[in-house]
């Protein structure tokens, strides 16, 4: 158990177009999920706290209206890359938090994203 | 900003041998988490750990929960090949509970 799935894996865009990366949760459900943004050869950032039913908690730095977070069921979590630029191309991760306890977090394999 | 060192940042083994990494903090964690990444690939979770001194095993992982709540290590033995990858720990913070801190990593490569 606890799969975490993303769509797509990998996307190449146009500067000035929006994504939209899907994050489910397989087989448990997930009232809080998380996104992440890796660079190369870097460790994983903490992009925002997505609460399903509520709005996205943003971490310092990262913009909201930019990194649009809708969460609308208990097993999918869903982040837009608005007007994307090629300083937004990264792989960005998701991850579900199973049980109640929150002490248990399980990723999705990642999406690339390349902005041209 | 980084609140997690992790150490070594490479390492270098021949397959068979042990490997020891390690990981701490200024802050306190109520949880410490250990993950391995492969490329192009999103973290796996290793070994969870919950509370102060816990010592649990995942078949040749052993990993530790730090009494002071401030560090944790990781240990392999006999290492194979598949082995090689990026090694994140990661916790929760004693003061926000929900969000996991990554550290910058551990790169391991085995040498056949």
């Known amino acids: 158990g606890a799969v975490v799935s993303q769509h797509p894996s990998w996307v190449i865009c146009k500067s000035g177009t929006s994504v939209k990366i899907e994050c489910r949760s397989l087989?448990?459900?997930?009232?809080?999920m998380f996104w992440y943004r890796q660079f190369p050869k870097q460790s994983l950032m903490l992009m925002a706290t997505?609460?399903?039913?509520?709005?996205?908690?943003?971490e310092q730095g990262v913009e909201k209206d930019k990194f649009l977070i809708n969460h609308a069921s208990l097993t999918l979590s869903t982040l837009t890359v608005t007007s994307a630029h090629p300083e937004d191309s990264s792989f960005y991760i998701c991850?579900?938090?199973?049980?109640?306890?929150?002490?248990?977090?399980?990723f999705g394999p990642g999406t690339r994203l390349t902005v041209t | 900003g980084q609140q997690l060192n992790q150490s070594p940042q490479s390492m270098f083994i021949q397959e068979g041998e042990d490997v020891s990494m390690n990981c701490t903090s200024s802050?306190?964690?109520?949880?410490w988490l250990w993950y391995k990444q492969d490329p192009g690939e999103g973290p796996v979770l290793l070994i969870a750990?919950?509370?102060?001194?816990e010592l649990t095993s995942n078949g040749r992982l052993t990993a530790q929960f730090g009494i002071t709540r401030k560090d944790s290590f990781l240990n392999i033995s006999a290492s194979i090949p598949s082995d090689v990858g990026i090694y994140f720990c990661?916790?929760?913070?004693?003061?926000?509970?929900?969000?996991?801190?990554f550290g910058p990593g551990t790169s391991l490569s085995v040498i056949p």
């Open positions: 750990l919950y509370k102060a001194g």
């Open positions: 087989d448990f459900q997930a009232t809080t």
């Open positions: 802050s306190i964690f109520n949880t």
């Open positions: 990661a916790g929760q913070l004693e003061t926000s509970y929900d969000k996991v801190i």
């Open positions: 997505s609460n399903e039913g509520s709005k996205a908690t943003y």
């Open positions: 991850s579900a938090q199973r049980g109640s306890q929150g002490r248990e977090q399980y």
